[in-house]
């Protein structure tokens, strides 16, 4: 019996699984959590959640009942239920202080997301500004309001020369954990390659010199501050721009598994990232999230690859073209 095949015929027992930790965490008021010292953080390229609804200052014609991939209600539902899954199943039930997303198009499906599949049931909430992404993507963070209280949110444009498009904001957000640590969180999600990697690689330069900026200006002001960056870079860590960024805002990068969280043609990238200052490495670890109904086999390439919501434009029903990444925390 093949792989797949287990994980499909064990479908309805993992949907079981999830509605067990709702319930046993509902009936615990979190109290296994409340008493844990692992912080988790969780981070999530969702690929493309879109509603159903037109929005005429986005180019987001393609996810609409009548676009080109005839998104509708039910394949939004399903792909709500996809995240909460994988948001649920991320280290059982030590559900994460914080969830980092990006390829979120509005404050709306967050919305969404929470209320719809029972994730307000554990105290989570939206934080979500609008970027001036053409599309409509931009980053966001659930955050668990029983394990960190937010103090500040901000966006910092990173702004390109016309005729360039702009891109995503950098989402910063500053808060306190429940039991007195304060956190600089930092969501990154930095141009893509789209148009050649050599092409469009100072603009991934330019996002590393905007976030080390910020960072510097907080250690200004605060010598011993805390950071956590995470993100979808689209480089990998050996990339110029992450070196950057580690040597001018002083971080530690963990992400240097083998493995990747992205696959292109044959090849795995390591995209998807967590940094953090030098006053947290001790106390971090940084695993991606591979559980087998995230994969499926790759018949082109050999090997597996992430189980998109899309195959060109055909519905797959999948999760997304990238794997979730978890950053554990131990005070």
């Known amino acids: 019996m093949t792989k797949d095949l287990i994980w499909e015929l064990t479908k309805e027992l993992r949907r079981i699984r999830c509605i067990f930790i709702f319930v ?10 409340l008493h844990s010292q692992q912080r988790n953080i969780l981070f999530y390229n969702v690929e493309n959640l879109f509603d159903v609804k037109n929005d005429s200052l986005k180019q987001d014609d393609e996810f609409l009942p009548n676009g080109i991939r005839h998104w ?30 990006c390829e979120v198009e509005n404050k709306e499906v967050l919305n969404d997301l929470i209320f719809k599949t029972g994730l307000s049931n554990v105290n989570y909430f939206p934080i979500h500004i609008e970027s001036p992404d053409l599309r409509g993507i931009d980053v966001a963070l659930l955050y668990k309001k029983d394990l960190f209280t937010i103090d500040s949110v901000e966006a910092i444009p990173v702004v390109f020369e016309a005729p360039a498009r702009p891109t995503r904001d950098i989402l910063h957000v500053f808060g306190v954990t429940n039991d007195s640590i304060g956190l600089h969180i930092y969501i990154n999600h930095w141009p893509s390659r789209y148009g050649g990697v050599m092409q469009t690689h100072q603009k991934r330069i330019k996002a590393a010199n905007v976030l080390a900026q910020s960072i510097q200006q907080v250690y200004k002001k605060d010598a011993d501050a805390k950071f956590v960056v995470m993100g979808d870079f689209n480089d990998n860590p050996d990339d110029q721009s992450l070196k950057d960024l580690v040597q001018k805002a002083e971080l530690v990068n963990l992400s240097s598994s083998k493995n990747g969280s992205i696959k292109h043609k044959h090849a795995w990238y390591l995209f998807d990232q967590f940094l953090v200052s030098e006053n947290l490495q001790s106390k971090s670890s940084f695993r991606i999230i591979d559980f087998p109904y995230l994969l499926e086999k790759d018949e082109t390439n050999s090997g597996f690859k992430p189980k998109r919501t899309y195959l060109g434009y055909k519905y797959h029903g999948g999760y997304s073209d990238h794997l979730p990444i978890m950053l554990s925390l131990d005070f």
Request: net charge neutral; hydrophobic share 50%.
């Open 72 to 101: 509708s209600f039910s394949k939004y539902q399903q792909k709500l239920f996809n995240i909460a899954q994988v948001i649920f199943e991320s280290d059982g039930f030590n559900l994460p202080m914080l969830v980092g997303m």
């Open 24 to 33: 046993a965490l509902f009936i615990c008021n979190n109290g296994l959590l």
